[in-house]
T-cell receptor, first 116, second 112 residues
Framework: DSGVTQTPKHLITATGQRVTLRCSPR?????VYWYQQSLDQGLQFLIQ???????AKGNILERFSAQQFPDLHSELNLSSLELGDSALYFCASSKKNAGAHTDTQYFGPGTRLTVL | DAKTTQPNSMESNEEEPVHLPCNHSTISGTDYIHWYRQLPSQGPEYVIHGLTSNVNNRMASLAIAEDRKSSTLILHRATLRDAAVYYC?????????????FGSGTQLTVLP
């Protein structure tokens, strides 16, 4: 158990809908990362937040958005869903602050999104 | 970002050592070498990381070539639970953005 929790574990929805995925980082971790894992694209970085502020963006679609709240939990919002958005979405958190030389990311168990 | 190259798959017998290679010929002097693994139906899991010197922890050892253009993850005694995809990732030493860039990794099969 990494200490990172994600809800829900599974989500089935229809095209055009909007969903929200939630992530609670490990206690004391200030950074939260979101990754998408699909069969054809592998694991891809979407976005990073550090202490409530966006820190880095990857291949995140405009239909997707995220935020990190004052209690440090994070939500990933996916809207106007398409079949191709079906994937595993992982959240990770890291212990050290942004000024450290490197850090370890701890991944949650993921949310499996199926768009029908 | 500097790129890593790993074999697509490897096999090992249970209770034998496993050496998983990674080439990173374009590594910069400030890049850390990280290894993560992903067991079936789970999120990635940190294994080990290093900069220049060889590193050991309870899970594995990391051997880094003197020129840092390659590294090897060593599992001293493979168990069935070690069957996973192993990712070798370079992470810059400085900067606030610490996202991990995953390649396709090495699928390790452990035979009983």
């Amino acid at each position: 158990d990494s200490g990172v929790t994600q809800t829900p574990k599974h989500l089935i929805t229809a095209t055009g809908q909007r969903v929200t995925l939630r992530c609670s980082p490990r206690s004391g971790d200030l950074s939260v990362y979101w990754y998408q894992q699909s069969l054809d694209q592998g694991l891809q970085f979407l976005i990073q937040y550090y202490n409530g502020e966006e820190r880095a963006k990857g291949n995140i679609l405009e239909r997707f958005s995220a935020q990190q709240f004052p209690d440090l939990h994070s939500e990933l919002n996916l809207s106007s869903l398409e079949l191709g958005d079906s994937a595993l979405y992982f959240c990770a958190s890291s212990k050290k602050n942004a000024g450290a030389h490197t850090d370890t990311q701890y991944f949650g168990p993921g949310t499996r999104l199926t768009v029908l | 970002d500097a790129k890593t190259t790993q074999p697509n798959s490897m096999e090992s017998n249970e209770e034998e050592p496993v050496h998983l290679p990674c080439n990173h010929s374009t590594i910069s002097g400030t890049d850390y070498i990280h290894w993560y693994r992903q067991l079936p139906s789970q999120g990635p899991e940190y294994v080990i990381h290093g900069l220049t010197s060889n590193v050991n922890n309870r899970m594995a050892s990391l051997a880094i070539a003197e020129d840092r253009k390659s590294s090897t993850l060593i599992l001293h005694r493979a168990t069935l639970r070690d069957a996973a995809v192993y990712y070798c990732i370079l992470s810059p030493r400085s900067g606030s953005a610490r996202q991990l860039t995953f390649g396709s990794g090495t699928q390790l099969t452990v035979l009983p």
